[in-house]
């Protein structure tokens, strides 16, 4: 599975988008982008996943490039409930998923 | 739907002592699988499982032993617990088959050996 890097912290202000980026330049082609999210000390929880066109659900959007190196998780307006670790991890999307957690990025959404 | 549940929540055993962290799941999903997180650290995949009777090894899985009899849980045991063992434990479970693989997680259970 292809590495990921990730800023380790972000700050964004409540109601603002939160835009946080994730390289993933060694992904392959059948590799997709997840993301999750872990809140203080819970499990982790799924937020999206891509293999090469943006997405959207009800709790973000996920902007890809075209060349596959980079990706961006965005929470459109986010809250103070958004305050979490974020994950970003490449994997392929078939059989058993071994998600590889690195680092992630801290972020904090201030009042 | 409970989703994924495990017990205990919080556990204290001495260097030495076995014991079984519980996991089971209501949606019938056939992967299941035991993460570890340590301070600071992001979640290192122990065992997993894609089926009752399937089991094999994640990437720290010394120490540790799992069977899977059934679909719904997944125990995880500890035969001989060790202060390196100290850890927050999370187990999680998913569809086999895509695109529906999201994996769900439980809320952890906490274990320190002293």
């Known amino acids: 599975d292809a590495k990921t890097t990730q800023p380790p912290s972000m700050d964004c202000a409540e109601g603002r988008a939160a835009n946080l980026p994730c390289n993933h330049s060694?992904?392959?082609?059948?590799?997709?982008v997840y993301w999750y999210r872990q809140i203080h000390s819970q499990g982790p929880q799924y937020i999206i996943h891509?293999?090469?066109n943006n997405e959207t659900n009800e709790m973000a959007s996920l902007i890809i490039t075209e060349d596959r190196k980079s990706s961006t998780l965005i929470l459109p307006h986010a809250t103070l409930r958004d305050t979490a670790v974020y994950y970003c991890?490449?994997?392929?999307?078939?059989?058993?998923?071994?998600?590889?957690f690195g680092q992630g990025t801290r972020l904090t959404i201030n009042p | 739907n409970a989703g994924v549940t495990q017990t205990p929540k919080f556990q204290v055993l001495k260097t030495g002592q076995s014991m079984t962290l519980q996991c089971a799941q209501d949606?019938?999903?056939?992967?299941m699988s035991w993460y570890r997180q340590d301070p600071g650290m992001g979640l290192r995949l122990i065992h997993y499982?894609?089926?009752?009777?399937?089991?094999d090894q994640g990437e720290v899985p010394n120490g540790y032993n799992v069977s899977r009899s059934t679909t719904e849980d997944f125990p995880l045991r500890l035969l001989s617990a060790a202060p390196s063992q100290t850890s927050v434990y999370f187990c999680?479970?998913?569809?086999?088959?895509?695109?529906?693989?999201?994996?769900?997680f439980g809320p952890g259970t906490r274990l320190t050996v002293l």
């Open positions: 999680a479970s998913s569809y086999y088959r895509e695109p529906y693989n999201e994996q769900f």
């Open positions: 060694t992904i392959s082609g059948n590799e997709y």
């Open positions: 891509g293999l090469k």
């Open positions: 949606m019938n999903h056939e992967y």
């Open positions: 991890i490449a994997i392929v999307i078939q059989g058993a998923q071994k998600l590889v």
């Open positions: 499982s894609v089926g009752a009777g399937i089991t």
